[in-house]
C-alpha cells in the first residue's frame, strides 16, 4: 500500500457504536424502488443544473451538524415557531422542492415508507457521483425528528481557525483526517463575497488584503466583489475551485497549497501543521481522498439518527405529521 495512502486511513477511524438498525437496502423489501426513484430526479434536476451537487451538500452538512441526520432543516417555520430553515446560516440552502419532488413520487408508491432523512443522504450520494465524484453505499433506516428550532442551529463560520473548526467536527466524533476529505465538498460550488470580503482589501482591519492570500487572485476577487457589502440576493458568487469548479476532484487542495483558496478555514487547512500533510497527500492522489471522503460521508450520515420506533415518516418533508396537542418536542 502506497505509505501516504497508509498515513491517511490508519488516522480514519469509523464511528463507534453507529446504530446497527442503519443498515444498506434497508427499504429493499418495503419499497424496491426508493433509490432509484431518488436517484432519478436527482439525474434529472442535475442535467439543467449542476450545482445542484453543492446544495445538496449544504443541506446534508447543516442538517446533520444540528440534532443529526433527521430532516430537521426541511421543515417550515409557522406563525408561532421559527424552525431551522429560517437561521442565518441556512439562508443559502435550496433545492428543498428537489427533495419535495422525490418524497412525492415515493409517497406515490410506497406511502409513509421513505424518510426525508433518507432522501436528503441518498439524493446527496446521487449528486456527487453525477459531479464526477465516488459512488458509495450508503445505510439507510433514518427517521424524520419531531423538533425543528431556529434556536438550535450553530454552524462553523468560514472564518475559523483549524482548530476552531475542529472544535464542531471532533465531538460528533470525526477525526482531523475526517474533517479535512469533507472540506473537499468545496471542490464544487461557489461562495458570496460577503463570506470573504475582508480577505481581499481590509483583513483584521489592516487596510489590505489577507497575507495568507495569493495577491494575484486577491486583485481579481476584489474587482469581482467590491468593497461594499450586498443583500446575499444581490451578491456576487465565486468558485471555491477555480479550476474545475463543477467537478467533483482533489484539485480543491492543490488550489489551497497555492494560496488560492478562497475561504480563510480552506486556508488555514494547508497552513496549519496538524493538517497541512493531510492536505499534501490528498492533493496528489485522488483516490485517497475519495475513499476517506467517503468514509467521512457516511460516518456524517450517522450523526445522531433516529430509528426502530423513533421520529417519524413525515408524508411532506416540510410539515410535521399531525399528531395530538403535548406530543410534540
Known amino acids: 500500500m502506497d505509505k501516504n495512502l497508509f498515513f491517511i486511513l490508519a488516522f480514519c477511524l469509523l464511528l463507534h457504536g453507529a446504530n446497527a438498525q442503519l443498515k444498506i437496502g434497508f427499504y429493499n423489501s418495503s419499497c424496491p424502488q426508493a433509490e432509484s426513484i431518488i436517484e432519478r430526479v436527482v439525474r434529472l434536476r442535475f442535467r439543467n443544473d449542476p450545482s445542484v451537487t453543492p446544495a445538496l451538500l449544504r443541506m446534508h452538512f447543516h442538517d446533520c451538524f444540528v440534532r443529526g441526520c433527521d430532516a430537521s432543516i426541511l421543515v417550515n417555520s409557522t406563525r408561532t415557531k421559527s424552525a431551522e430553515k429560517d437561521a442565518g446560516p441556512n439562508e443559502t440552502v435550496r433545492n428543498y422542492d ?118 494575484r487572485l486577491a486583485e481579481t476577487l476584489l474587482k469581482r466583489c467590491g468593497t461594499q457589502s450586498r443583500p446575499l440576493n444581490r451578491d456576487p458568487t465565486v468558485f471555491l475551485d477555480q479550476g474545475t469548479g463543477s467537478v467533483f476532484d482533489n484539485q480543491f487542495y492543490g488550489q489551497i497549497r497555492s494560496r488560492r483558496a478562497i475561504l480563510k478555514i480552506d486556508q488555514e487547512l494547508a497552513l496549519d501543521p496538524s493538517t497541512a500533510r493531510i492536505v499534501s497527500i490528498f492533493a496528489s492522489n485522488r483516490t485517497a481522498f475519495n475513499q476517506i471522503f467517503e468514509r467521512a460521508m457516511i460516518k456524517m450520515s450517522k450523526i445522531q439518527v433516529l430509528v426502530g420506533n423513533a421520529g417519524e415518516i413525515r408524508k411532506k418533508c416540510s410539515v410535521f405529521n399531525p399528531r395530538p396537542k403535548g406530543k410534540r418536542g
Open 98 to 215: 428537489l427533495i419535495d419532488a422525490a418524497k412525492a413520487q415515493l409517497e406515490a408508491v410506497c406511502p409513509a415508507t421513505v424518510s426525508c432523512a433518507d432522501i436528503i443522504t441518498l439524493a446527496t450520494r446521487d449528486a456527487v457521483a453525477l459531479s464526477g465524484g465516488p459512488h458509495y453505499k450508503v445505510p439507510t433506516g433514518r427517521r424524520d425528528g419531531l423538533v425543528s428550532n431556529v434556536e438550535d442551529v450553530n454552524l462553523p463560520s468560514p472564518a475559523l481557525t483549524v482548530p476552531e473548526a475542529f472544535a464542531f467536527f471532533g465531538p460528533k466524533g470525526f477525526t482531523l483526517v475526517d474533517m479535512v476529505a469533507l472540506f473537499g465538498g468545496h471542490s464544487v460550488g461557489v461562495s458570496h463575497c460577503a463570506f470573504f470580503q475582508d480577505r481581499i482589501s481590509d483583513f483584521q482591519g489592516t487596510g489590505r488584503p489577507d497575507p495568507t492570500m495569493d495577491p
